[in-house]
T-cell receptor, first 112, second 111 residues
């Protein structure tokens, strides 16, 4: 079966712009979660969605937001980009969000 | 929140050697996974192992939930095993639908 698909793979944006990243989970998986990976902070949890509802949110500013659609696909948005937002953004899908996470290939965002 | 510590942070081996990576966690969990991050950044799931022992080829893992640690064994290492290995844990229910990652072990296998 198809894995977790993230688009785009690479993105270069300018400070102050906004960006939208997309994640299509494994068919049948209803939980989608997002993580940010940076060399300094490691892998940090952003938020998790289940059946279009945000169940959990990490400690990130309000500039980071997300949503999930009825087909379980998810998008995350970062507004007013800062240089420190440069990171690898990883999406994970899971049946229920309790175990067995599968990750996508990630979107590498560079803010200049 | 749950704290996850991995050791060692770095490990350098000669091809053919065996290694043990350790993951300690600070609270009871019902999800524990080991991942290998490939050079392109993707996290490849190695094991889902909240308790017990599993084996997959040259890799095996053991989690002792009552003592809050997990071990990943790599036998007869190959250069393709190089990369970062992450341990991630989670709980379910309430606001716990997430994984908490350790800082990883960077493994370098030299030919």
């Amino acid at each position: 079966k198809a894995g977790v698909t993230q688009t785009p793979r690479y993105l270069i944006k300018t400070r102050g712009q906004q960006v939208t990243l997309s994640c299509s989970p494994i068919s049948g998986h209803r939980s989608v979660s997002w993580y940010q990976q940076t060399p300094g902070q490691g892998l940090q949890f952003l938020f998790e969605y289940f059946s279009e509802t945000q169940r959990n949110k990490g400690n990130f500013p309000g500039r980071f937001s997300g949503r999930q659609f009825s087909n379980s696909r998810s998008e995350m948005n970062v507004s007013t980009l800062e240089l420190g937002d440069s990171a690898l953004y990883l999406c994970a899908s899971s049946l229920w969000g309790s175990y067995g996470y599968t990750f996508g290939s990630g979107t590498r965002l560079t803010v200049v | 929140g749950i704290q996850v510590e991995q050791s060692p942070p770095d490990l350098i081996l000669q091809e053919g050697a065996n290694s043990t990576l350790r993951c300690n966690f600070s609270d009871s969990v019902n999800n524990l996974q080991w991942f290998h991050q490939n050079p392109w950044g993707q996290l490849i799931n190695l094991f889902y192992i909240p308790s017990g022992t599993k084996q997959n080829g040259r890799l095996s893992a053991t989690t002792v939930a009552t003592e809050r640690y997990s071990l990943l064994y790599i036998s007869s290492s190959q250069t393709t095993d190089s990369g970062v290995y992450f341990c991630a844990v989670g709980k379910s229910g309430g606001s716990n639908y997430k994984l908490t990652f350790g800082k990883g072990t960077l493994l370098t296998v030299n030919p």
